[in-house]
């Protein structure tokens, strides 16, 4: 059954996921998603990922004006914005500075197909790496949103991860799996040489793994976990979801 929450909850729970996930920095990281072709829905900023609610979240234009809402806007906005003008296919984008993700940026190490979650990424990782500022100005974004170009991850060096993703599901599902991936990779590496499955296994392992019909299953799992982690305060369980 197909999960009917507004696009304010899904929002708010993204975000609790993310936190719940590793990907929380005090106030800071934000996740965004499109409402239709001249509008996005977004994180406010100075709360934190945990705290987000549905009635916090801000309607922004693409030129990252507040529409509606009452929280300040990210610093970071033009980031969101950016990727959604040039990339007609997303509909979600998530930064955030995760452990595992942002310490992989600061190496020269390459992703490796060492295990079935990673076939996700077998297009590559795209990387960023003129400047570890925050992204504030129109040209610093456009800057990341070439350095993106069409794949779904970016790693930006000495700074964090932009996500993007076709729907929120996927953009958090992406996320997280970037996460365990790096964290699986780095256990490896303290217990001998990465020995990496064949890009042509890659290929044959990827139908079986990621497939839309399994982000609902994902994605109500994801809520329930959130929620064992003491994450999910108040936020409301769409109809027909089983709680904890």
Not at 181 to 205: D, F, K, Y
Request: glycine fraction near 8%; proline fraction near 5%.
């Amino acid at each position: 059954m197909a999960i009917v929450q507004t696009l304010p909850e899904q929002v708010a729970w993204a975000c609790r996921m993310l936190a719940m996930g590793g990907h929380g920095d005090f106030t800071l990281g934000h996740a965004s998603a499109r409402l239709d072709a001249d509008r996005l829905l977004m994180k406010p900023n100075r709360i934190g990922l945990e705290e987000v609610r549905p009635e916090d979240v801000l309607t922004l234009d693409m030129t990252g004006e507040r529409l509606a809402g009452e929280g300040p806007v990210h610093l970071e906005a033009v980031l969101h914005t950016s990727v959604y003008r040039a990339r007609p296919d997303v509909g979600a984008v998530i930064h955030t500075h995760p452990k595992y993700a942002t310490a992989f940026g600061a190496t020269d190490a390459s992703l490796e197909m060492i295990n079935h979650d990673a076939v996700l990424f077998q297009q590559g990782l795209a990387f960023f790496d003129q400047t570890a500022e925050l992204i504030v100005r129109d040209d610093q974004a456009a800057a990341v949103t070439e350095a993106l170009g069409d794949r779904n991850v970016l790693i930006m060096r000495g700074h964090g991860v932009l996500i993007a993703g076709k729907t929120l599901q996927w953009a958090v599902y992406t996320a997280l799996t970037l996460e365990r991936v790096i964290e699986i990779q780095s256990i490896a590496r303290t217990l001998g040489n990465l020995a990496p499955m064949t890009p042509a296994m890659a290929e044959r392992v990827y139908p079986d793994k990621y497939r839309d019909e399994y982000l609902d299953t994902y994605w109500q799992f994801l809520m329930r976990q959130t929620a064992r982690a003491g994450l999910a305060g108040d936020l409301p369980w769409p109809a027909g979801v089983r709680e904890v």
